[in-house]
Structure formats: C-alpha cells, structure tokens
C-alpha cells in the first residue's frame, strides 16, 4: 500500500482550494496597483499613515518610508498577508498529518499491515511537504504573472522575477517552519477535534510576540520566537535573508521532525 499516493491524493483537493483563494487575493491586492500612482492614492495613504507612531507601523511590517507607486514596496505590503495564510496552512497540515488516522480509525488498518512507525511518519511528512510545495508554485505563479502585467515600464522584468522568486522561497520555508511544529504537535495530541485551532494559534502567538519584540528594544529577543519575522517579505526584499534566521528556522525544522519521530515512536495509540 502506498500511503504517500493515498495522502496525497486526499489533501490535493484542499491545496488547490487554498492555492486558487491566496492567488485571487494577491491578483485583487496587485491589480489595485495601478491606481496607488494614477488616482493619487500614495498620497491619501501618505497622510493616513503618517498620523501613526512609527512603531507601531513597523510591528506590522510596515515602513514610514514606504513608497505603494514602487511595485516592490506594494509587493511587499501585499504579499505579507499570503505570508501569514501560507504559515497557517503550513501548521495545518502539520498539525493533521500524523493524528487524523487515530480520529478516523485508520490507524488500526495500518498497524495491520507491516509497516514501522518511522515510515509512518516519513510518508506523512513527504505527502504534505509536497503538497506544500504545490502550493506555493501555484500561488507564486499567480504572483509572478499579475506582477508582470501590472508592472511600470521603468522596473526590469528580470528584477521583478528575481524578488518575487525570493519571496517565495522565504514563505516556502516560513511554511515550513510552522508545519514541523504542526507535525511535532500531531505526534503529541490525541484527537484532531483541536488541531485547526491550535495550528491557527501556533502562528498567531508567535506572531504577536514578534510585535511586541517590534515595539520595544529591550523586547527585540522576541524576534526569534516569531518565524514569521524570520522571513517577512518586506525585510527580504529590503535586505535580503538574515543567515542567522534563515539557520535558526532550519534548526526548528530539524529538532522539530526528530520530535515528531521519537514521540510518535513511543506514543499510546487510540486503537
């Protein structure tokens, strides 16, 4: 039996209905581009948010210096809320990979066939980092050809392709992170009743400690409890990737996976 094919196939269905919803919001959020230069918008946007603190603008991202007639620092704006729609997608599909089979019952058939829970655990984990990827190039693809026909004459095409191909790189692994975790905390739950809240929950408290580590310099250590700050796309179109981030995501990844092994190995299964 091929559990990767079988999962793979279950969950296509739901990549393709997010990937569709996140890349109809990034063509309405792209084709509004236009107007920010030709119906004088900047400039209402301007005056709204210069009557804001400063910190508060950069808790959610948001530079007082920000430019929306440059198509990267609208990009930038834009994209940050597929960012946190793609984090959460990630913790959901963490979260559900290893303890749906419990809540279904599936989990008996499989301990009747000879098969170790490692595998388990490694087909699980393929079948939804597969269909993470899936998501993210179809969502990217959305984003390159909206940016593309939306683009002024002035920004060169390969520019464009390069920083929209960054930022998808950082939400890929932005959601990544967050489906370790998901999977860590699948091997430990019992029941699947909880999983979509706990996984919305996941990155909205790490995305709210990242806030108020914004708000703050003494609070600035805050920022490496917040994966999404690891890889916001506004910092990454700005400043490229922080190497150390980049490092500390891929160490979560990494204890995290290995979590996920040594708990399900040793887990009391509802059978």
């Known amino acids: 039996m091929n559990i990767f094919k079988f999962e793979?196939?279950?969950?296509?269905?739901?990549?393709?209905?997010?990937?569709?919803i996140c890349g109809a919001l990034i063509v309405l959020f792209m084709s509004l581009f236009p107007s920010m230069k030709n119906m004088g918008m900047q400039e209402l946007v301007?005056?709204?948010m210069d009557a804001l603190p400063s910190e508060l603008l950069k808790a959610f991202n948001i530079e007082t210096t920000m430019d929306f007639t440059n198509i990267f620092d609208y990009?930038?704006?834009a994209i940050q809320y597929i960012a946190m729609a793609s984090a959460v997608y990630g913790a959901i599909l963490g979260v559900n990979a290893l303890i749906r089979e419990e809540s279904e019952g599936t989990i008996e058939f499989l301990y009747s066939k000879p098969i170790k829970r490692s595998k388990i655990v490694t087909t699980k984990l393929c079948s939804v980092a597969a269909i993470f990827l899936i998501y993210i190039v179809i969502v990217g693809s959305f984003t390159m050809t909206t940016?593309?026909?939306?683009?002024?004459?002035?920004v060169e095409v390969m520019?464009?392709?390069?920083?929209?191909?960054?930022?998808?790189?950082?939400?890929?692994?932005?959601?990544?992170?967050?489906?370790?975790?998901?999977?860590?905390?699948?091997?430990?739950?019992?029941?699947?009743?909880a999983s979509i809240?706990?996984?919305?929950?996941?990155?909205?408290?790490?995305?709210?400690?990242?806030?108020?580590?914004?708000l703050k310099e003494s609070f600035d250590w805050m920022k490496y409890l917040s994966p999404f700050d690891?890889?916001?796309?506004g910092?990454?179109?700005?400043?490229?990737?922080?190497?150390?981030?980049?490092?500390?995501?891929?160490?979560?990844?990494?204890?995290?996976?290995?979590?996920?092994?040594?708990?399900?190995?040793?887990?009391?299964?509802?059978?």
């Open 159 to 193: 520019d464009l392709i390069i920083n929209v191909k960054s930022i998808f790189i950082g939400i890929a692994l932005l959601g990544y992170v967050f489906m370790a975790i998901g999977l860590l905390i699948s091997s430990i739950i019992k029941s699947d009743k």
């Open 8 to 20: 793979f196939k279950r969950l296509l269905k739901s990549a393709i209905i997010w990937s569709i």
């Open 46 to 48: 301007g005056s709204k």
């Open 235 to 271: 910092e990454i179109l700005k400043n490229g990737f922080d190497v150390t981030l980049v490092l500390v995501g891929i160490c979560i990844i990494v204890i995290a996976i290995i979590g996920s092994y040594v708990i399900y190995n040793k887990k009391d299964m509802n059978i």
């Open 197 to 214: 809240p706990v996984a919305i929950g996941i990155f909205f408290v790490t995305y709210f400690l990242g806030m108020i580590g914004k």
């Open 147 to 154: 940016c593309l026909m939306v683009k002024p004459d002035n």
């Open 75 to 77: 990009l930038s704006y």
């Open 230 to 233: 690891y890889y916001a796309p």
